[in-house]
C-alpha cells in the first residue's frame, strides 16, 4: 500500500525536511500567522483554488481514480469550498477567547480559555479523496493560525502535483509548504519535530504516525477506516435505503471510502427483499455494465486490485457472489458485487474491504446485529435503516462508532456542526467546521487577577487556628474555604 | 518505516531504561530482580513514623515474592475490567453517580489517614494536604456529581441545508477501560482527580499510584477497594515492571501526570494498541514581575507558589523568575522578608515546608545547586541537610542560561531569577525554551497582560497570582508542546474519557434522486446550484431556505 509507484529522482531527506520545518517555524516564530489577517487572507485563496482550479482538480481525479465528475464536484471540491466558507465566515468568532465562569473560589477574578495556534504542523492525506482530505485539514491548520506542510499521497501521483502547484502559486510559501513523496519522504516528515500531525489513512501506518509523534511528544490526530455496518431492519421503504445504501457504498469512491458502508447486516428473512432491491437500484444507477460506466470510480492501483480480487477468490467467499462479481484487470475495475453470508472467520470479513464488494450478513433477529458490531473493533462509522424509534434509541445507546446516522450513509460527514472522527482502531481526535480549528488549536486557561485583597490566611506559618477557620468554613461550603484562603475572608 | 516502528517498541519497553522522576531509584538498581511489596512494610511501620521527622527512605524490606504482576497479570485484569465494562454497568447514571458519592464520602472520612500518608511521604504539612489535595479533590468530585446529568445530555447541534431534513446531536459515550498512571508530588489527588473523571464519563479504570509515595500508594489501594465497584475499579500498585506490565495492554485511553522523558514511552507504548493520551508533564513554569506591581502581595504569591507548594516538588510551581536588572535588588529583598515571615529565620526546622520525597530528588537537586556557575549565585538559602532531606528555600540570582538548572525542570526549592533589560525581554527568555505548563505574570500595566496573554504559549497563564488557576472549574488544566497535552478537570474530565459521538437522524421520506447515478449533465447543474444556496445560506433560517429546497427538489424529480 505504501511502495512508491516509481522511484524518485530526487530523494527529500531528513536535512531537507529538517531545514524546511526550520523555516517554517522561523515564519511562525515571526507571528505572521497568528494574525486575523493572515489567516484570512490564506483561507480566501483556498478557496480560489476552488473556484479557479475546478476543471484541472476534475481531470486530476479522473486520471488517479477515473472519479465521477460529479462525485468530484459534490465530494471534493464542494465539501472543501463550503469548509473555507464556513470558516471565513466564523474565524473571529471562533477566535474569540471564551469566558469561563469563574467561583466564588477565586472572586473577583475573571477567566478565559484563549485559543492559540500549536506552530507548525503537519498534514498527511491519503488517496481515495486526495482532494478534500489534503486540503481540509489545511483549511483547520490555517484557521488556528498555524504554519502547515502537507503531503499529499504519492498514489493519487496528479492531485498530488497539481495541489504542490497550486499551493505553491496561491499560498504564502514562508508558511504553507506542500512535499510529494511516498515512504522516504513521509519518514524523513516523520522525523521532525511537528506540533500537531494529521494523518488519514490506515491503522497499521496510524500507529507509526503515533510512535513517531511520541518521540516528540507532539499530539495526533488520526482518521483511520474500519469496517463500517449497515444494520437494515424490515419493514421501511426498501427503494430508498437501498438507493442510500448505494450511494454511500458505489457512489463513493467505488467504496474506496473510509466511511462507505464495508457490509451489511439484515433478518434471514429480509435479505432476498433487500437483495433484489440492491440489483434493482443498481440496474437504475450503472446500467447492465456496471464495468463500463462512467459514474463509478475505478480501483486505484493493481496492487489494491489484486487485494480486493483475493478477497472475492477466497474459497469459502467465491461460492457467495450473488450479485456482480465481473472484473477487467487492464483497466482497474471491479463490478458492484454483493456477497450473502460469507463467513465470519473469511479475509473478506477480517480487513476493511475499501472497494466495490458488498457482504450481507444475516441474523435471526435485528437486535443481533448490535452483538455482531460491538463484538468487534469500533468503525468510524455505522449505519441503521428502520423506522423502529426503540431500535433507534437501542443503536445509539450502546454501538460505539466514530459517526452514527440513521436512515443514510455518510452524508453526517456533510454537516459541519458534526465532529468527524474515529475512536479506537477508526482512530483519534476529529476535525470538521470548528472542531478543525480546535483541532489544530490549543486552549490556553487565562485567570487574571488584581493585587488588592490579599489574605493572610493562606500563606504559612500554618497555625492550628488557621486550620480550624477553614474546617469549619468546609463544613459550611467548599467553596468557602478557598475563598477563605485566596483572600475573601475576614480572618 | 518498519525499522523505525521497531525500533519505537523496543523503547516502549520501560524494563531497564532506569530511573526517572516517576520511579524509584530503589527499583532502579535492582528492578529485575526483587518485587517490593508495599502495604505489608508500610502498614507496619505505621505506628512508629507517625509523626515522627521522616527519615531517609521510608522504611521498604525486600520481598521475594513469588507472584508478582507481570504481563499476563495485567491481561487478566483488563479482560476482567472489559467484562464489566462490556455488561453496561459502568454506563449508567445511578453507577457513576454512586461511583462518585462514595468517593464523596471516602475523601470525609478518611481525612486523617490521607493527611498521615502524606506525611509520611513527603512531611506534607496537613493544612497544605488539606488545601492542594483533599479539598480540591472535593471539590472535583462535588463538581462532578453535580453536573453529571447535564454532561451526560447529548448536544443538539444544528444541521446543514445539504441534508434537510434531519437531526443531530452529540452523544458523549465512555471509551472503555483506561488506565490512570499517577505521581508521586500530590499523590492523592493526582491519582484522584483523574479517576472522578473516568468514573463520571463511564469507563472502567485502572489506577497506578506512584511507588515513591508508598504510604499514600497503599492507602489508595486500600480505599478504592473499601469505597468502590471493585469490579471496575482497580488500583495496581507497583515500580517499573508493573507499570511496563499495565503499558502493554490495550486501554481505551491513558492519563499519565510525571516527566516528559516517561511521556514519550508511555505515549509510544499506547501507539501499539492506537490509546489515545492525556499528558500531565511539568516544563520550567516562569513568573515574570514587572516593576509596576504591588510587591508584597506578589511575593507572596510567589512564595505561595514555589515553597508552600510542596516545596516547589508541583508541575505548576514556579520554577524560576524573570524580572528587570533594576528591579531585582527589591524583589529579592521582598523575598527574603517573606520567606522569613512563612517560615521563620530557621526554614530547615520549619513544619509548614514539605521535605523532599526521595534520596535521588535530593541528590539531583544538590547537584543543580553546586554546578560550577551556579553555587557563587546563591544570594539566600543554600543550606541542605541530607539526613532530613530538606534543603532551605533558595534563591539565585543571573545563573548562565547554559547550566543545569536552568536546562531542566527545578522542582525543587530553588529559584533562579533571571534579569532582563527591560521587562520585554522576558518574552525571548520564554519562546527560547520548551512550552511550559504555566506562565505567571506580575504586572498592573494592560499592555503588557495583553501582549503575554496573545504571544506567550503554555499549557496556561495567570495574571498577578500563582497556581490558582487550576481551582478555576472552568478552566482546563493541561500542558502544551513539551508540557503535555490534553486537559481535564471539571468537565473537562468528563470530555478527556469521552468519545464525542456524532449521531445524526434522517427518515426515509422525501428522498431525491439528484444526489443518485446516472449523473447527468442537468443534475450536475442543479447541485451546483443546491451547493451554492447551501453555503451561503447555510447560516440563515432553515424556513426561510425550506421554499428554495423545494424548487430545487421538485427540479430534481422532474429529471426523472
Excluded at chain 1, 469 to 480: M, R, T
Excluded at chain 2, 143 to 159: D, S, Y
Excluded at chain 2, 369 to 384: F, N, Y
Aim: one cysteine or more; charged letters at 25%.
Amino acid at each position: 500500500m505504501e511502495t512508491a509507484e516509481e522511484v524518485q529522482k530526487v530523494v527529500f531527506e531528513s536535512g531537507e525536511a529538517a531545514a524546511m520545518v526550520e523555516e517554517l517555524r522561523g515564519s511562525y516564530r515571526s507571528g505572521k500567522t497568528r494574525s486575523y489577517e493572515w489567516r484570512v487572507s490564506q483561507l480566501k485563496k483556498l478557496e480560489k483554488i476552488t473556484e479557479f482550479h475546478e476543471q484541472e482538480i476534475v481531470e486530476a481525479l479522473r486520471s488517479d481514480l477515473s472519479k465521477p465528475e460529479t462525485e468530484s464536484f459534490v465530494q471534493e471540491i464542494g465539501m472543501l469550498k463550503s469548509a473555507c466558507k464556513l470558516a471565513i465566515k466564523n474565524l473571529k468568532s471562533w477566535m474569540k477567547p471564551e469566558m469561563a465562569k469563574t467561583s466564588m473560589t477565586t472572586f473577583p477574578s475573571s477567566a478565559e480559555i484563549v485559543s492559540e495556534p500549536l506552530g507548525v504542523v503537519l498534514v498527511i492525506s491519503a488517496w481515495n479523496y486526495p482532494f478534500l482530505l489534503s486540503l481540509d485539514p489545511v483549511v483547520g491548520a490555517i484557521a488556528a493560525g498555524n504554519a502547515v506542510v502537507l503531503k499529499p499521497s504519492e498514489l493519487a501521483p496528479a492531485t498530488s502535483s497539481l495541489l504542490a502547484k497550486l499551493l505553491g502559486e496561491y499560498m504564502d510559501s514562508s508558511s504553507v509548504r506542500v512535499v510529494e513523496g511516498a515512504v522516504a519522504e513521509t519518514s524523513a516528515l516523520l522525523e521532525q519535530k511537528w506540533d500537531k500531525i494529521c494523518y488519514t489513512g490506515n491503522g497499521r501506518v496510524g500507529r507509526i504516525v503515533m510512535a513517531s509523534a511520541a518521540k516528540h511528544l507532539t499530539p495526533v490526530l488520526l482518521e483511520l477506516g474500519g469496517k463500517c455496518p449497515v444494520v437494515v431492519d424490515s419493514g421501511i421503504n426498501l427503494q430508498v435505503a437501498s438507493r442510500r445504501i448505494i450511494a454511500g457504498k458505489w457512489g463513493c469512491n467505488n467504496g474506496q471510502a473510509c466511511v462507505s458502508p464495508d457490509h451489511i447486516i439484515t433478518t434471514k428473512e429480509f435479505a432476498s427483499k433487500l437483495v433484489d432491491a440492491l440489483k434493482s437500484e443498481l440496474d437504475n444507477f450503472y446500467g447492465k455494465n456496471p464495468l463500463q460506466s462512467k459514474d463509478l470510480s475505478r480501483i486505484v492501483n493493481s496492487n489494491h486490485y489484486d487485494r480486493l480480487t483475493k478477497l472475492l477468490d477466497e474459497d469459502k467467499v467465491s461460492g457467495k457472489v450473488i450479485h456482480g462479481g465481473e472484473r477487467d484487470k487492464s483497466n482497474l475495475r471491479i463490478a458492484p458485487t454483493i456477497l450473502l453470508d460469507v463467513p465470519q472467520d473469511s479475509l473478506i470479513m477480517q480487513e476493511e474491504i475499501f472497494g466495490p464488494l458488498l457482504p450481507i450478513i444475516t441474523v435471526d433477529k435485528i437486535e443481533d446485529s448490535f452483538e455482531l458490531i460491538t463484538s468487534g473493533t469500533k468503525p468510524l462509522a455505522a449505519y441503521l435503516f428502520t423506522n423502529n424509534q426503540k431500535l433507534k434509541d437501542h443503536f445509539v445507546g450502546n454501538v460505539s462508532a466514530g459517526g452514527l446516522l440513521i436512515n443514510d450513509t455518510t452524508l453526517h460527514l456533510a454537516v459541519p456542526t458534526l465532529p468527524f472522527g474515529g475512536v479506537g482502531e477508526s482512530g483519534m481526535g476529529a476535525y470538521h467546521g470548528k472542531f478543525s480549528f480546535e483541532a489544530f488549536s490549543h486552549k490556553k486557561a487565562v485567570v487574571y487577577r488584581g493585587f488588592f485583597g490579599d489574605a493572610a490566611v493562606r500563606y504559612p506559618p500554618y497555625t492550628k487556628g488557621n486550620l480550624t477557620i477553614l474546617k469549619a468554613l468546609v463544613g459550611g461550603s467548599l467553596l468557602g474555604i478557598i475563598r477563605a484562603l485566596f483572600g475573601w475572608s475576614k480572618a | 518505516m518498519k525499522g523505525l516502528c521497531i525500533e519505537l517498541l523496543h523503547n516502549s519497553r520501560l524494563v531497564g531504561i532506569g530511573s526517572t522522576e516517576a520511579f524509584s531509584y530503589r527499583f532502579q538498581r535492582k528492578n529485575h530482580q526483587a518485587f517490593f511489596s508495599f502495604p505489608k512494610v508500610i502498614v507496619s511501620s505505621a505506628s512508629f513514623s507517625q509523626r515522627c521527622l521522616p527519615t531517609v527512605s521510608p522504611v521498604v524490606t525486600e520481598v521475594e515474592e513469588k507472584k508478582t504482576f507481570d504481563s499476563e497479570s495485567a491481561g487478566l485484569l483488563v479482560k476482567e475490567l472489559r467484562k464489566s465494562f462490556n455488561s453496561g454497568r459502568t454506563k449508567s447514571y445511578e453507577w457513576r453517580m454512586l461511583q462518585l458519592s462514595n468517593i464523596a464520602r471516602m475523601l470525609d472520612e478518611k481525612e486523617e489517614d490521607i493527611v498521615e500518608a502524606l506525611y509520611k511521604d513527603l512531611s506534607k504539612p496537613e493544612l497544605e494536604t488539606f488545601i492542594s489535595e483533599i479539598s480540591t479533590a472535593k471539590s472535583s468530585c462535588k463538581e462532578a456529581l453535580e453536573g453529571l446529568k447535564q454532561w451526560m445530555i447529548p448536544q443538539k447541534v444544528k444541521t446543514s441545508f445539504a441534508t434537510f431534513p434531519s437531526s443531530a446531536e452529540i452523544v458523549s459515550e465512555p471509551l472503555g477501560v483506561v488506565l490512570v498512571i499517577s505521581t508521586w508530588n500530590f499523590p492523592f489527588l493526582l491519582s484522584i482527580d483523574p479517576v472522578i473523571g473516568a468514573i463520571s464519563a463511564g469507563n472502567a479504570v485502572v489506577l497506578k499510584p506512584s511507588e515513591i509515595a508508598p504510604a499514600t500508594s497503599s492507602l489508595l489501594a486500600q480505599l478504592v477497594e473499601e469505597y468502590l465497584d471493585s469490579s471496575a475499579v482497580k488500583v495496581v500498585e507497583g515500580a517499573v515492571p508493573e507499570t511496563t506490565a499495565l503499558l502493554e495492554q490495550k486501554w481505551d485511553k491513558i492519563l499519565y501526570t510525571g516527566s516528559a522523558r516517561v511521556g514519550r514511552i508511555v505515549m509510544a507504548a499506547a501507539a501499539k494498541h492506537l490509546t489515545p493520551v492525556i499528558l500531565e508533564l511539568g516544563g520550567k513554569s516562569p513568573a515574570i514581575v514587572d516593576s509596576y506591581v504591588d510587591l508584597q502581595v506578589a511575593v507572596r504569591r510567589i512564595i505561595a507558589g514555589k515553597w508552600a507548594l510542596n516545596n516547589g516538588q508541583a508541575c505548576i510551581g514556579v520554577d524560576y523568575i524573570i524580572t528587570t536588572k533594576d528591579f531585582a535588588p527589591k524583589l529579592i529583598d521582598a523575598l527574603k522578608e517573606g520567606l522569613e515571615q512563612f517560615f521563620g529565620k530557621d526554614p530547615m526546622n520549619s513544619k509548614d515546608i514539605s521535605r523532599i520525597v526521595s534520596l535521588t530528588q535530593f541528590a539531583r537537586l544538590v547537584k543543580l545547586l553546586e554546578e560550577d556557575r551556579v553555587s557563587d549565585k546563591i544570594v539566600l538559602g543554600g543550606q541542605t541537610d541530607e539526613k532530613q532531606l530538606k534543603i532551605a528555600p533558595t534563591i539565585l540570582l543571573d545563573i548562565p542560561e547554559d547550566t543545569q538548572i536552568m536546562n531542566e525542570e527545578i522542582f525543587g526549592p530553588l529559584m533562579p531569577i533571571v534579569t532582563v533589560e527591560k521587562i520585554e525581554g522576558s518574552f525571548d527568555v520564554i519562546k527560547s525554551r520548551p512550552k511550559p505548563l504555566a506562565v505567571y505574570v506580575f504586572t498592573s500595566d494592560e499592555q503588557l497582560k495583553k501582549s503575554f496573554v496573545e504571544n506567550i504559549s503554555s499549557g496556561g497563564m495567570l495574571i498577578n497570582d500563582t497556581v490558582l488557576h487550576v481551582a478555576v472549574a472552568g478552566l482546563p488544566f493541561g500542558g502544551v508542546g513539551e508540557s503535555g497535552m490534553g486537559s481535564y478537570h471539571g468537565k473537562f474530565s468528563f470530555d478527556g474519557f469521552s468519545h464525542k459521538k456524532s449521531v445524526m437522524y434522517r427518515s426515509l421520506s422525501g428522498d431525491s434522486s439528484l444526489r443518485y447515478p446516472p449523473y447527468t449533465p442537468e443534475k450536475q447543474k442543479l447541485f451546483k446550484a443546491a451547493l451554492s444556496v447551501s453555503i451561503h445560506c447555510s447560516s440563515t433560517k432553515v424556513h426561510v431556505l425550506i421554499p428554495c429546497l423545494s424548487f430545487l427538489l421538485v427540479k430534481a424529480f422532474g429529471l426523472l
